[in-house]
């Protein structure tokens, strides 16, 4: 499990560089930029409910231990 929300954390984080490139920054909010805003945001939002996934179960996994 640990590799595969690696591998999404990943996929996440190329998602928000690409979406980068895309922004015009003479014209934010404007035309495909505003679609790039909102990939930056899914992606960010993915990344954090990756990670609070993987911390989830690092407790889970210690409170099954004692």
Known sequence: M???T?????LAIA????N??????????Q???V???IGIAASFCAVMILLIFR????IEEKT???
């Open 55 to 58: 911390i989830s179960k690092r």
């Open 35 to 37: 679609v790039a805003f």
């Open 2 to 4: 640990k590799i595969f």
């Open 6 to 10: 690696n591998i999404l954390v990943f």
């Open 31 to 33: 035309g495909e930029s």
């Open 20 to 29: 980068v490139t895309l922004l015009d920054f003479r014209n934010p909010f």
């Open 15 to 18: 998602l928000i560089l690409f």
């Open 64 to 66: 099954n231990e004692k």
